[in-house]
């Protein structure tokens, strides 16, 4: 059982490049969410999906974009890269149900250069 | 939106004693509330959750956490470390009616002393 698989593990990336971090889940889960972890402030959502064809605007949305095309696949975008987007991302998974608790991949490590 | 303040960053205990890790959510409105591990290197993994019924809540590796509306904490506790929690620990909130995200504190970092 897979669950959640993110690639790439770890990227370092030139400042105004774009870069797409894929998300993967094998659960069925209607909703999806992109997290980023940064020392000292936890884990700020980026984006979410609650059901495929559509998305929503988390904390921390602006010079990220998302789609939910189908149940399965989550993408992340960043356009155009900024020193301040190096980060840990963590792409999460869960039912649609008010006690549900949300399943995590192994994260992708970037760093803008 | 709902949030949980995790007081203290850091927090040092010896093998064998008491594990304490404190929680607050700042609503009047019982949420649901969740406690994450993360140890190095790694994704997050469910340790417990409180949705309704029961308030002292048991998760997995002998952790159990209560509920307690009237001081709105949800305080993650174990009676005896071991090395191996030494972790990373997130108390996390979903809102009512806000979706199904989770609003997560900002960790608080276990270190366990031999």
């Known amino acids: 059982i897979a669950g959640i698989t993110q690639a790439p593990t770890s990227q370092i990336l030139a400042a105004g490049r774009r870069m797409t971090l894929r998300c993967t889940q094998d659960?069925?889960?209607?909703?999806m969410y992109w997290y980023r972890q940064d020392l000292g402030l936890g884990l700020r959502l980026i984006h979410y999906s609650n059901t495929a064809g559509t998305t929503g605007k988390g904390e921390v949305p602006d010079g990220y974009s998302v789609s939910r095309a189908n149940t399965d696949d989550f993408p992340l975008t960043l356009a155009s890269a900024v020193p301040s987007q190096t980060s840990v991302y963590f792409c999460?998974?869960?039912?649609?149900?008010?006690?549900?608790?949300?399943?995590f991949g192994q994260g992708t490590r970037l760093t803008v250069v | 939106a709902q949030s949980v303040t995790q007081l203290g960053s850091h927090v040092s205990v010896s093998e064998g004693a008491l594990v304490l890790l404190r929680c607050n959510y700042s609503s009047s409105v019982p949420p649901y509330l969740f406690w994450y591990v993360q140890y190095p290197n790694q994704g997050l993994q469910l340790l417990l959750k409180?949705?309704?019924?029961?308030?002292l809540v048991k998760g997995i590796n002998g952790f159990e956490a209560e509920f307690k509306k009237s001081e709105t904490s949800f305080h993650l506790t174990k009676p005896s470390a071991h090395m191996s929690d030494a972790a990373e620990y997130f108390c996390a909130v979903r809102p009512l009616n806000s979706g199904y995200a989770l609003n997560f504190g900002k960790g608080t970092s276990l270190l366990v002393t031999p």
């Open positions: 659960m069925r889960h209607n909703a």
């Open positions: 999460a998974s869960s039912r649609t149900g008010t006690g549900a608790e949300a399943f």
């Open positions: 409180y949705t309704t019924g029961a308030t």
